[in-house]
């Protein structure tokens, strides 16, 4: 798979990934609560912007689609970690999640209450089979393997009061490949 490397706002992406799901929200009555600080979304990366829009669309409407309806709330959080340099390039660590409960202080957590995704679907996801018990979950399966070559993992999360993806991934930097480029440059 070839992924189409370019800089781009992180902010960019969550605004695409959050309207691709207001509608289905609205039928379902639910609201949504956005933790992202202003550094996040004013931070600019490299990577696949298209494929990883893709995959955070997709996990945050099985979020939504699964959540219970009315008077119910989406949660997207969304962390920096640890700065890496790597070859003189710095990458930061960032953690996605959403939730319908409850909030992780450490990542981006997509959350929901309720009963969360299927069983069935979390299994597709981390099948390695050829057979799937729908297409949700072979998108799912899919969307975790794109994650993967962007240099990130996926976790479904389950506790008592809420269920929850838990999204890591490595990004590098705007700031970082232009110093690698002075740096190459002399």
Not at 152 to 159: D, K, N, S, T
Request: overall charge negative; proline content about 2%.
């Amino acid at each position: 798979m070839e992924l189409n490397v370019e800089e781009f706002l992180l902010g960019n992406v969550l605004d695409v990934v959050v309207s691709q799901v207001m509608m289905l929200m609205k039928e379902k009555k639910l609201q949504l609560v956005c933790e992202v600080p202003e550094e996040i979304k004013t931070l600019t990366v490299f990577g696949d912007q298209i494929k990883l829009q893709q995959v955070l669309s997709d996990f945050l409407h099985n979020i939504v689609h699964h959540a219970p309806s009315s008077d119910s709330w989406i949660e997207i959080k969304i962390s920096t970690g640890l700065k890496m340099i790597h070859d003189f390039n710095e990458f930061i660590h960032l953690q996605f999640s959403s939730s319908v409960e409850g909030s992780n202080k450490d990542g981006h957590r997509m959350t929901h209450i309720g009963k969360g995704i299927p069983p069935d679907l979390v299994r597709d996801m981390f099948g390695g089979g050829d057979q799937w018990s729908s297409q949700e979950g072979l998108g799912l399966n899919l969307s975790r393997k794109l994650l993967s070559a962007l240099n990130g993992r996926v976790q479904y999360v389950r506790e008592q009061d809420k269920c929850y993806f838990l999204i890591d991934i490595d990004m590098k930097t705007r700031r970082t490949r232009e110093k690698g480029k002075q740096i190459q440059e002399r």
